[in-house]
């Protein structure tokens, strides 16, 4: 009860009248929720804005709730930054407080539903984490550049400038990704995690993904899929699975403890960056790094060749 009354207190002051007073030299206050649309905006918006992340490096968006100074971060903002299709579930009721004196882009759910992974269990929902597609989280770029330029028409010419050159990097990535991946053996292109966050990945690059928990960590891992994941892990003599940065490790060390139960060993080939990016200042902690290290990581694991330090050589050596 004292916890849904602070939250209410904190829904009340985010919807407070608050105006901006545009001027020509002032940058934009964006606030984000996660590190990779933070990321995606400081290249599209350069010096015409700030931007902050409510969630930083091992912060599970699912099951964050926001804090006191994320309400006051918020309250600031000229625009705030969410992917939607309920990654930032615990965000929802503040989300919609905002938008009655703000804009709120929810970058996700503009794209046409088509593009995107269904919910397996629930008509109607789609899998948010779309950024495991470089393609795909490319084609945010225009959409985030137009509500930009709509807010700071001045630099509009700028904001299409800065999406062609960063479109262009995202495109070098998709290549070397491709290229990396390729060199997986069809037979091993299987990707076990901890929870299912890696769909559109494997939509795109042709592997076989499952995951322990469902689309969102606040879903519990039953004893029949663990079990199920075990059997496949044996019957076809799977060598690695992969834990995540922003989740607990302890459903896939059961899936180890089964394996081994039954004769067959199994690794975990490393960690993957999910749903939060790496440490803020390093190469990881970039969209562009976060994926170059999935990618050299999975590749290495179950039996492809990649760079041990990436696409640009400037990861933490992986193995």
């Known amino acids: ?66 804090t006191r100074a994320d309400v006051l971060a918020l309250r600031r903002a000229d625009l705030m930054l969410a992917n939607g299709l309920r990654l930032e579930a615990q965000l929802e009721e503040l989300l919609l407080a905002l938008a009655s004196e703000k804009p709120v882009l929810r970058l996700a759910e503009r794209l046409p ?48 400038e800065r999406v062609h050159t960063y479109a262009a990097e995202l495109a070098a990535l998709e290549r070397y990704v491709r290229s990396v991946l390729e060199t997986v053996p069809p037979e091993r292109r299987v990707l076990i995690t901890a929870h299912d966050a890696f769909g559109y990945f494997g939509r795109a690059y042709g592997f076989e993904v499952h995951g322990i928990q469902g689309l969102s960590t606040e879903s519990e891992a039953g004893l029949a899929e663990i079990e199920r994941l075990v059997r496949l892990l044996v019957e076809r003599r799977i060598a690695a699975v992969f834990v995540e940065s922003s989740v607990s490790e302890r459903n896939v060390r059961a899936l180890l403890e089964g394996a081994a139960a039954r004769g067959h060993t199994v690794r975990i080939g490393g960690q993957l960056f999910s749903d939060a990016m790496g440490a803020p200042g390093t190469y990881e902690g970039t969209y562009v790094g976060m994926i170059d290290h999935n990618v050299t990581v999975i590749a290495r694991a179950l039996g492809g060749t990649a760079p041990p330090r990436g696409m640009h050589g400037r990861l933490a050596s992986v193995g």
């Open 113 to 160: 539903a088509e593009r995107l992974l269904a919910h397996p269990d629930f008509p109607g929902k789609f899998d948010p984490h779309l950024w495991m597609d470089v393609a795909l989280w490319s084609e945010l770029l225009p959409i985030l550049a137009g509500e930009l330029s709509r807010l700071d028409p001045t630099d509009a010419a700028g904001y299409r």
């Open 1 to 66: 009860m004292l916890r849904r009354r602070a939250l209410a207190g904190l829904f009340a002051a985010a919807l407070l009248p608050r105006l901006r007073i545009a001027r020509a030299d002032a940058p934009l206050a964006i606030v984000a929720t996660i590190g990779q649309i933070a990321d995606l905006a400081r290249h599209v918006a350069g010096a015409r804005a700030t931007v902050r992340a409510l969630m930083g490096e091992g912060v599970d968006p699912h099951t964050y709730r926001p």
